[in-house]
């Protein structure tokens, strides 16, 4: 499995912005797809964004498709989600989570790998 850790959380005001960063080691992070999801408190964990592993496909939730973009530096081991427009309803744990083979997949039990998580708070 690979190791990861996610940064770059904390408490944004509403329409901010912040990007979190997921930085991998353990394996060959251009083997992975990635993926980012997110837990609101009582709610299930849900998908958000996913890459694959060249960076050429990726996928977004409804709810995000225009405002986040994910991106991945195979050079540097780090996956980003740079998060714009923030709304109130953003506000959740963030998680980075990693999936060996090449094809990005919204799929939650797809993934192999998953980091502590982030906490992101937007204040209305």
């Known amino acids: 499995q690979v190791q990861l850790v996610e940064s770059g959380g904390g408490l944004v005001q509403n329409g901010g912005s912040l990007r979190l960063a997921c930085a991998a080691s353990?394996?060959?992070?251009?083997?992975?797809?990635m993926g980012w999801f997110r837990q609101a408190p009582g709610k299930e964990r849900e998908f958000v964004a996913s890459?694959?592993?060249?960076?050429?496909?990726?996928y977004y939730a409804d709810s995000v498709k225009g405002r986040f973009t994910i991106s991945r530096d195979n050079a540097k081991n780090t996956e980003y989600l740079q998060m714009n427009s923030l709304k109130p309803e953003d506000t959740a744990v963030y998680y980075c989570?990693?999936?060996?083979?090449?094809?990005?997949?919204?799929?939650?039990?797809?993934?192999?790998?998953w980091g502590q998580g982030t906490q992101v708070t937007v204040s209305s």
């Open positions: 989570a990693a999936r060996r083979g090449s094809g990005a997949t919204t799929k939650i039990h797809e993934y192999d790998s």
């Open positions: 353990g394996r060959t992070f251009s083997n992975y797809a």
């Open positions: 890459i694959s592993w060249s960076g050429v496909t990726t």
